[in-house]
């Protein structure tokens, strides 16, 4: 059994993990990043969408069951760079009301512990460090920033931009989808020396040629230049130990290359992902902490959220030939509508659909179009993400059943908002010359997972400034411990309607700045 000290380790390598390492590798305090994957092979069927999304090749080979006791697969991944190497890279900042208490048909969105104020320093260095591209002011639910983005945005092909003006036209207000891209482009092409090709490749896809600015390429590998920190892959934690007290983090238990390994640091960050976090915490009960480590609250796995999605397609009547097709936004009805006074969501643009993967899809809605093939569908589809808020229902959660199966146990809730968004999108596009139907891309959600999937998973280990309802402190250093702190989507106590990854690498700057405090 090795064994080893640490000023700190680092469990998780993704959005918060990743972002953290990178804002304490300065410090040259000595730093652990312990991933459980290896660096994702950067080879042909990264561009393939019949290897990426029909065949999963490079999804988690897990079974995890729902409540029900059905088994599903996790559309899931593990390697350095965690879920960003596959991520859309749409890059948003919470509005500032989701910060607040909101109302919604199916219940009430929990205020935050602090305020947006707290956060928008750290939105804008992270919008400047993940090279985001977009257009500050163009969506009138944004909040105020202090910074403008650090590149303008990604320009729309000629579809697209249409689709822009028509929308417009009708009283609408698109705006460019702020995009994590390592893109320098003019006249809508990439310059000799853009890392980003503008390919059809880019949303759901690991990129090769590291155009994408994930969590790997932006601050795993700078990480790595500074000669204190260290990164172990293929290493998975077992468990943490904590001290007879049960206040201190004393081991961390790596399972790595068929040996046992034990490590140890003055602080211990878990940043494992939501659903992932959470099971190391359960996993490593003693007798301080019998229903789990931080777990005095009884909120731990707890309170899963991962928003209500629908990925789906639309028919144009003309083709659409559009190739990097993930450059527009409609917050319109982020917070309601003229005949709905509840919030309804938010609607994106998604990677272009392949032949190969509406085939793999058809099965559940082939009788809308029989006579069609499918590259005709695919060379006509206009492809749409949509997200709505889904609430924290303590229910909602995560478990280790007798026999050690993952169990995800999902109610879906607040769904008539999101209903409701996908007859808007419905109305604009038949007002646009589409199809009025929309064609759900199953493949792009993940095969046999409940709606949503795990793309956007938080709330299972929520900060507050209460110990009896939430196991973090503002800080996200665990109430019940005095060297632990989580760092991913764990930390939300609600989701609001707009993806999560910017508010995490916020978080894991400004958790970071906690620690460099701490650490001197």
């Not at 559309?75 to 500032?96: D, E, Q, S, W």
């Not at 290493?235 to 790596?254: E, F, I, N």
């Amino acid at each position: 059994m090795a064994s080893e000290r640490y000023d700190v380790i680092i469990i998780g390598t993704g959005a918060g993990g990743g972002t953290l390492a990178y804002r304490l590798a300065p410090t040259g305090k000595r730093i652990l990043l312990l991933e459980r994957g290896d660096f994702l092979p950067r080879e042909r069927d990264n561009w393939d969408p019949t290897a990426v999304f029909v065949h999963s090749k490079y999804k988690a080979r897990e079974t995890w069951y729902g409540k029900d006791g059905r088994a599903f697969h996790p559309g899931i991944h593990y390697y350095v760079g965690g879920n960003t190497k596959f991520y859309g890279a749409a890059l948003f900042r919470l509005r500032k009301e989701d910060f607040g208490e909101i109302r919604h048909h199916g219940g009430i969105s929990p205020a935050w512990p602090i305020a947006y104020a707290d956060f928008e320093p750290y939105y804008s260095e992270a919008e400047q460090l993940y090279h985001v591209h977009g257009e500050h002011g163009a969506d009138p639910t944004e909040p105020p920033a202090s910074r403008p983005y650090p590149h303008p945005p990604v320009s729309h092909e000629l579809c697209i931009q249409e689709l822009h003006d028509g929308l417009r036209a009708r009283g609408y207000h698109p705006f460019p989808l702020p995009l994590g891209i390592l893109l320098d482009e003019a006249d809508g092409k990439p310059k000799r020396h853009s890392a980003c090709i503008r390919c059809d490749a880019f949303d759901g896809y690991p990129c090769p040629v590291n155009g994408k600015a994930d969590a790997q390429v932006i601050c795993v590998d700078p990480a790595l230049d500074h000669p204190n920190v260290t990164l172990l892959t293929n290493a998975y934690v077992r468990r943490l130990d904590a001290d007879g007290s049960g206040r201190t983090v004393t081991k961390v238990l790596v399972e790595r290359g068929g040996a046992l390994e034990e490590y140890a640091a003055e602080i211990v960050v878990v940043s494992c992902g939501a659903i992932n976090s959470a099971l190391l915490l359960l996993r490593s009960a003693n007798d301080r902490h019998p229903h789990g480590l931080a777990n005095s609250s009884g909120v731990v796995g707890r309170h899963y959220m991962r928003h209500n999605n629908s990925a789906f397609l639309a028919l144009s009547r003309k083709p659409n030939p559009t190739i990097f097709q993930k450059t527009l936004a409609i917050n319109d009805f982020y917070f309601g509508a003229k005949d709905w006074d509840y919030p309804l969501g938010h609607i994106q643009m998604l990677g272009k659909s392949h032949g190969e993967t509406i085939k793999g899809e058809a099965p559940d809605w082939m009788f809308w179009k029989p006579e069609m093939p499918f590259d005709t569908m695919a060379r006509h589809a206009i492809d749409f993400w949509l997200t709505s808020e889904d609430l924290p229902d303590p229910e909602n959660g995560v478990t280790i059943d007798a026999t050690g199966r993952v169990v995800l146990h999902l109610t879906e809730n607040n769904m008539e908002g999101h209903v409701r968004l996908a007859d808007k999108l419905k109305d604009i596009l038949k007002a646009m010359d589409c199809e009025p139907h929309l064609l759900p891309r199953a493949l792009y959600l993940g095969k046999n997972i409940p709606i949503g999937g795990t793309a956007h998973q938080c709330g299972t280990v929520r900060f507050g400034r209460d110990p009896r309802s939430s196991a973090l402190d503002v800080n996200c250093k665990a109430h019940d411990l005095d060297n632990l702190y989580v760092v991913d989507g764990s930390f939300f106590p609600s989701s609001g309607a707009v993806n999560p990854a910017l508010t995490i690498m916020a978080n894991a700057l400004r958790v970071g700045d906690h620690l460099v405090e701490r650490l001197h």
